[in-house]
């Protein structure tokens, strides 16, 4: 029997209903595999128990005759962003360290409804701020890929969703949750070689997810294949009444409409996101995937994005801001971290706590949004960057009347090491350069593996689509998957 842990989430789900295993067989698999990875420090909290019983629901259900959920038999990670019921949630924070919610997350809920159990919180990058993963109070979470260059140090897996994309990569988990508010879905699945899809903004219910940029987060599925992540998107969109944010729209069928056909679409290529210094392994993916998408039946046509310039620098004023605000809460006296020194005033509890349970990234960004949101700054700051907010938006919709989607590369370079870029923040900040923009203009994209650079590292790229449009960015991935034919995974050393 092939092993049951290599998987995908479409293959257990039908292996499952035809018998093939149980669903238990399943769930016992991929807790001995998160046992075994502690080095990758890709959970910050296991509930082996909490997949068992999800898996033992799932096969008394089928013994029974009982209708079967999408997800049945199927574990996932949840990313520790999403509040779970009875286990602990931090958001990678000694603010939240103890933390344990009353109530379930609308994604999360949904995908328990539909059968999938829980393996465990996926480490991350600390209240999702971070590109590699290293600002977790918990520690870094640890790529399971290493180039074949003879060095040995230490990869970022992306971030801030990491830990999904380690566990996902190294079958710790076939599927995982994740958050993008940046790109904090596609850049980790980039350096990891596996999917993942931001839908469109409101498609996913931002209810329960602990708040980073209210304008920008939203939640997505990573795993392996393009047709694993059209399956959890399925289960995890919809709309909530309890998010003012969610799109009152049905969810469409977007497994069963999956087709790698593309005639008659047109693939936009914007010039912007090929400057001058452009990493020539990641320049040759991107005129790989532009002659996949012409082999599916696409035509090519160029566009131009002329704001791409200020979009990092408006992401960095208006996500740094909402930071600012949805962080105020977290002052010590209704629920997370407390430090009350002897003698303390409430200025001095409030100050105590936030030194103590903040760390360095997150203080920084609380302190830019803070500046940025104040008196006589305002205005010259947080006012202009929605200002050009705009106009990259429009510049997108302009682009789209040329064409169907958009191709570009999904990060800069192939993973770097740990440490590598911590001192310098502008550094770790231009990880997001390609794939800010659709963030900003809240639309679909995807992160698709594309091939391996010289040093044996995956190197992928982005398919952005139009509003609601995640139909057309599925299926353009499928067909760069296809033709791509994607198959490395790290050799174990953990």
Excluded at 243 to 255: F, I, K, N, R
Aim: charged share 20%.
């Amino acid at each position: 029997m092939t092993n049951l842990t290599d998987l995908t989430v479409a293959e257990i789900r039908d292996g499952f209903r035809a018998g093939d295993f149980s669903a238990r067989e399943v769930a016992e698999g991929f807790n001995a595999n998160v046992a075994a990875a502690k080095a990758l420090n890709a959970f910050i909290v296991e509930t082996p128990e909490k997949a068992l019983a999800a898996a033992d629901a799932a096969d008394k259900a089928k013994a029974t005759g009982e209708t079967l959920g999408a997800l049945a038999g199927v574990p996932i990670g949840m990313k520790d962003l999403f509040c779970t019921e009875g286990t602990q949630t931090t958001a990678a924070s000694h603010m939240l360290e103890g933390f344990v919610p009353t109530y379930e997350s609308t994604v999360s809920g949904k995908l328990w409804a539909a059968g999938a159990g829980m393996l465990g919180k996926l480490n991350l990058d600390q209240f999702a701020m971070g590109s590699s993963n290293e600002t977790s109070y918990y520690g870094s979470v640890i790529s399971p890929w290493r180039r074949n260059d003879g060095g040995n140090a230490a990869l970022a897996p992306g971030g801030s969703s990491g830990g999904s994309s380690s566990a996902i990569s190294a079958r710790l988990c076939p599927a995982a949750t994740g958050t993008d508010t940046g790109g904090s879905i596609r850049q980790p699945a980039a350096f990891t070689g596996i999917s993942g899809i931001k839908p469109t903004y409101g498609r996913c219910s931002r209810f329960g997810i602990v708040a980073f940029a209210s304008s920008l987060d939203q939640a997505g599925p990573m795993a392996r294949t393009v047709r694993d992540n059209a399956i959890l998107l399925e289960t995890m969109s919809g709309f909530d009444p309890k998010d003012s944010t969610s799109l009152d729209l049905a969810v469409p069928q977007w497994e069963a409409n999956l087709s790698s056909d593309l005639k008659g679409k047109k693939v936009g290529i914007p010039k912007e996101y090929r400057p001058d210094g452009l990493n020539a392994e990641i320049s040759a993916m991107w005129d790989r995937g532009i002659e996949w998408l012409k082999d599916a039946g696409a035509e090519v046509v160029e566009v131009s994005l002329p704001h791409t310039q200020y979009a990092l620098p408006t992401y960095y004023i208006i996500a740094p801001a909402e930071a600012s605000s949805n962080l105020a809460r977290y002052d010590g006296v209704r629920y997370g971290q407390r430090d009350l020194p002897d003698g303390a005033g409430l200025q001095d509890m409030y100050a105590a706590t936030r030194a103590a349970g903040f760390g360095p990234e997150v203080k920084r960004r609380i302190m830019i949004g803070t500046y940025v949101l104040s008196a006589g700054f305002y205005d010259a700051y947080y006012t202009q960057a929605q200002k050009v907010r705009a106009l990259i938006a429009r510049d997108f919709e302009l682009a789209f009347e040329k064409c169907d989607l958009l191709l570009t590369p999904t990060a800069p370079s192939a993973s770097f090491a740990l440490g590598e870029k911590q001192a310098d923040p502008l550094a770790m900040y231009l990880n997001d350069v390609f794939t800010v923009p659709a963030s900003l203009a809240g639309l679909p994209a995807m992160a698709i593996p594309g091939g391996l650079d010289a040093a044996g590292l995956p190197i992928g790229l982005q398919v952005i689509g139009k509003a609601l449009d995640e139909q057309t960015v599925l299926n353009a991935s499928l067909a760069i998957e296809e033709r791509a034919g994607f198959t490395a995974r790290p050799d174990k050393w953990w």
